[in-house]
């Protein structure tokens, strides 16, 4: 059978990951966890030049006509200057109209899930690039965030979400979640819409600190930030009800196919030069099926940690 991009459905697995798979002391890897429950703050006082006041008349007995006021009353005046009011950053003005805008493009592509898209409407996507990027900040397409990664498209983000939250035992509800490949941590802060738990693990340690510093101003309480290697999973708080992979290999590594709970949904791009979507779901204790949909563009799945 054929799903509607012409590709053919329900593939058996485990499939022959034991070139991706690492030795099992690696399981043991520790990672340091990163809460993200507190406030941002990073905005400087603007610096101020107050003139002196020019002479007056004479205000209290015994000041001369045209005299200069005492040094402590010209202290004082100073003092009493309101301090110059401080500019607001260009990327703290995208209008909440635009990212409107951006939702309802997604939805011309093809996603309708109404909670998937009122988490994508939900996250403000500027606060995750460079403030010089702002501008492009709700085109639909990937940017650079440095270390030769990419935040995702907004399409893409919704469409992996989509796909993994329909059509399960969970009726449109997912508990808890794993996402590979924080980047700057965007598709964390929308999946901790839809999901009541989510982890995310990301192997580049400069990219984790950003990610921190990026989803510490919103607050989001039920999501937990990893660093290691993304390919070992988190067997620790396993099994997980939806597991998303934001970079793509040649197949998924086993470890994450034997952390998905029976019924659970894991969605992964596939490939290297030419890549796909891949759903695949765990119908029992060792029996995965899987289902190929649209093609699509990610950087590759990498071992270990930077």
């Known amino acids: ?66 005299a200069a006021p005492s040094k402590s009353h010209s202290e004082a005046m100073q003092r009493a200057q309101p301090a110059a009011p401080i500019p607001p950053r260009p990327d703290l003005m995208v209008s909440e109209a635009i990212r409107r805008a951006m939702v309802a493009r997604v939805a011309k592509q093809g ?21 010089a990027m702002s501008a492009q900040a709700y085109v639909d397409a990937s940017l650079p965030i440095g270390h030769h990664q990419t935040i995702s498209q907004p399409y893409i983000v919704a469409r992996m979400i ?63 930030l990893q660093y290691g290697d993304g390919m070992l999973g988190l067997p620790q708080v396993a099994p997980f009800d ?20 029976i019924g659970g949904r894991l969605v992964a791009p596939v490939g290297a030069q030419v890549q796909h979507l891949q759903l695949i779901t765990r119908s029992g204790k060792a029996e995965w099926t899987s289902e190929t949909l649209e093609g699509c563009h990610f950087v590759p799945l990498r071992p270990g940690i930077a």
Do not use: W
């Open 242 to 261: 939806g597991i998303i992979l934001a970079a793509a290999g040649l197949e998924v590594p086993r470890a994450l196919l034997e952390q998905l709970a």
């Open 162 to 224: 989509e796909v993994m939250l329909n059509g399960g035992k969970f009726g449109g509800k997912l508990g808890r979640v794993l996402e590979i490949g924080t980047g700057c941590g965007y598709q964390a802060a929308v999946l901790a819409r839809v999901a009541q738990e989510v982890y995310s693990i990301e192997r580049i340690k400069p990219l984790h600190e950003l990610a921190k510093s990026n989803l510490r101003p919103l607050r989001i309480s039920n999501l937990r």
């Open 111 to 131: 996603v309708q899930d109404p909670v998937v898209l009122a988490a994508l409407e939900s996250v403000p996507r500027h606060m995750f690039i460079e403030p």
């Open 1 to 66: 059978m054929k799903d509607r991009f012409g590709a053919a459905k329900n593939s058996n697995f485990p499939l022959p990951l034991s070139s991706l798979t690492r030795p099992a002391e690696r399981n043991k890897a520790s990672f340091s966890t990163a809460g993200v429950a507190t406030p941002q703050t990073a905005t400087q006082n603007a610096a101020q030049s107050v003139p002196s006041p020019a002479p007056h008349r004479a205000a209290y007995p015994g000041q001369k006509t045209g």
